[in-house]
């Protein structure tokens, strides 16, 4: 089942895009999203579940791990993921990997019996 809009009504993408600051956010959100899709070759399948983007500010596109060791191995790759982001005329002059668990979901507090 469609779900209707009332008349007058704009998505979410619409309304970012209509506000200066916020559709500035919103174009580097999709650029980090394209430079992601485009590193994905280089990284792989299994490197790959344990990074995601993060912020790109100023030419500098941020690539986010989940842990040490994860973000070990992807600065070793940098080299060949700018290449390709060079290659596909992404707007990044640099990247750099940090370290960012993801949080696990709050427990419900239960004990397993």
């Not at 919103?26 to 344990?50: D, K």
């Not at 995601?52 to 040490?68: F, I, T, Y």
């Amino acid at each position: 089942m469609a779900r209707s809009t009332p008349p007058g009504t704009r998505s979410l993408a619409e309304a970012l895009q209509g506000h200066e600051t916020l559709g500035a956010l919103l174009g580097s959100w999709r650029t980090a999203q394209e430079c992601m899709q485009a590193a994905r070759p280089v990284i792989g399948a299994g490197l790959g579940t344990l990074l995601r983007p993060g912020p790109l500010e100023n030419g500098c596109w941020v690539l986010l791990a989940d842990s040490g060791p994860a973000a070990s191995k992807a600065r070793q790759l940098l080299p060949r993921i700018a290449a390709e982001l060079q290659q596909r005329g992404l707007p990044v002059s640099e990247v750099k990997v940090r370290v960012s668990p993801r949080h696990a979901a709050p427990s419900s507090g239960r004990s397993a019996a």
